[in-house]
């Protein structure tokens, strides 16, 4: 009895250690920090879901346990930098940390900084991140030294040189996940040196099994071979088609099309119809009802395939966020003087969001026009300024000495700008009575919005008048 009992903890032990990734790292640097991990939901949408946290003592020692049952990606955002990184079940990682970087004042205001992307390494050589690390800084020395001969005269000699030398230092192994890194970051290369279309790629995604589709060097291939390829096709020479398919939202049409056109099938015919029709929404160049209506369809809502359903899901909800309509998410926030407001109390009145950054120059200088917007519509129209928290002795200061129309709100935790999606500042928003979007793409206070609000109370009160 007491060996089964060994014998079934040690199996248990095994079991667990299995499931899980030790993380330990140690720089002065990232002392009393924490960096926040994320993974992909969806190979499309791309939205970041929280993984696990590194916390950093004070002396920048951090030991982290990340339960997992598959090699998975994940990525963390920290200063100037993305690290990348892949946790395997059962494996110690002593991660090495680049000296940290903050972003300068420039970069932090900028919505378009993109961070400095580059794969964790680990203190054990032979582990999968090292191998990945080592085989792009190789990649990235062989392309940028034959950059002439491959982009531009399309050397097939050169290229396959290259190939070559890559296979020779690094050799396929047992790891699936770097054997499949490999080819794949190949193949871009291939794709982008010359310049393949579309159906000279796609043929190659039908093989590539549902595991990988949330790896970067996947999503990446895949981007390049259909990001909008619907509004190209829309417009080649038989391109009618295919608009007046979307535009009636005929899915079997579509789906045939798809299949005959890039030779991909099965479940992944379908993810390259969600990623064509979640393009061509934004394009401008289809009914945007016929396509919602083809993404809410049973297709994709009741997909056997948990990633593809999942991702219309989440395209369902970034194709509707806050469109006219929309009952917008409540603000509720201290003031400056500390007393909480909630932005959808009051029912009388069109409410008018401007979520601002008092450090950026343009900021200031919009907000001083909301003192006109408010005398002449104050009858209408409620002002409230969403503003990123920063330095509050700052901020009273601004407030004091300028006469700011509106109701000030601080966004301590940035809760309500990630609500909204607030990528840039200033950006503004125009809700009715009842807190439902009129304006996605209200007019800021010094472009426009006080003709555009006026044109379009003087046709809401006559449309009123009327009913």
């Known amino acids: 009895m007491r060996k089964l009992l060994i014998f079934l903890l040690v199996i248990s032990g095994s079991y667990f250690s299995n499931g899980s990734t030790l993380i330990q790292c140690e720089n002065l640097d990232y002392a009393d920090r924490k960096l926040d991990f994320f993974k992909y939901s969806d190979p499309i949408a791309k939205e970041s879901q929280y993984v696990f946290s590194l916390e950093f003592d004070k002396n920048g020692k951090c030991n982290s346990t990340v339960e997992i049952t598959s090699t998975s990606y994940v990525f963390c955002d920290f200063g100037i930098f993305r ?203 289809f009914s945007k009802n016929s396509i919602l209506k083809m993404i ?54 069109f409410k008018y969001l401007v979520f601002a950054d008092i450090e950026m120059i343009v900021c200031r200088e919009q907000l001083k026009h909301l003192e006109n917007i408010e005398r002449r519509f104050q009858k209408h129209l409620e002002i409230f300024i969403v503003l990123k928290n920063t330095e509050r002795a700052e901020m009273k200061r601004y407030f004091a000495e300028n006469k700011i129309a509106g109701i000030k709100l601080i966004d301590d935790g940035s809760e309500f700008i990630k609500k909204y999606k607030i990528r840039s500042f200033p950006q503004s928003y125009l809700l009715n009575e009842n807190h439902k979007v009129e304006f996605s793409t209200a007019k800021n206070p010094l472009e426009g919005f006080e003709q555009q609000f006026g044109k379009f109370i003087q046709r809401e009160l006559f449309q009123r008048q009327r009913n």
């Open 83 to 285: 690290g990348m990184l892949f946790l395997e079940p059962g494996e110690t990682i002593r991660l090495q940390l680049p000296p940290l970087r903050e972003k300068s004042f420039a970069e932090e205001k900028n919505p378009y900084f993109s961070p400095l992307a580059f794969w964790f390494a680990s203190a054990n050589k032979e582990q999968l991140n090292n191998q990945i690390s080592n085989f792009t800084q190789q990649l990235n020395r062989l392309t940028d030294k034959f950059f002439n001969q491959l982009y531009f005269r399309q050397s097939k000699e050169i290229y396959d040189s290259v190939v070559f030398l890559l296979d020779k230092e690094f050799v396929e192994n047992q790891s699936e996940t770097f054997n499949f890194h490999k080819t794949m970051k190949i193949k871009m290369v291939e794709a982008e040196a010359f310049r393949q279309k579309p159906e000279q790629i796609s043929h190659l995604f039908s093989d590539i099994s549902q595991q990988f589709w949330l790896h970067p060097s996947f999503i990446d291939l895949f981007e390049r071979a259909f990001n909008g390829q619907l509004s190209f096709e829309a417009k080649s020479i038989k391109g009618k088609e295919i608009r007046d398919a979307v535009n009636i939202s005929d899915i079997t049409f579509l789906q045939k099309f798809i299949k005959t056109k890039y030779n991909v099938s099965g479940e992944m015919a379908d993810l390259v119809l969600l990623k064509l029709l979640h393009d061509g929404f934004y394009s401008g160049d």
């Open 296 to 349: 809410e369809s049973e297709l994709f809502s009741k997909h056997a395939n948990k990633i593809i359903k999942h991702s219309s899901k989440l395209i369902i909800s970034k194709l509707t966020h806050l469109q006219k309509g929309m009952l917008a998410p409540p603000i509720c926030l201290n003031t400056i003087e500390g007393m909480q407001v909630c932005t959808h109390k009051n029912s009388d009145k």
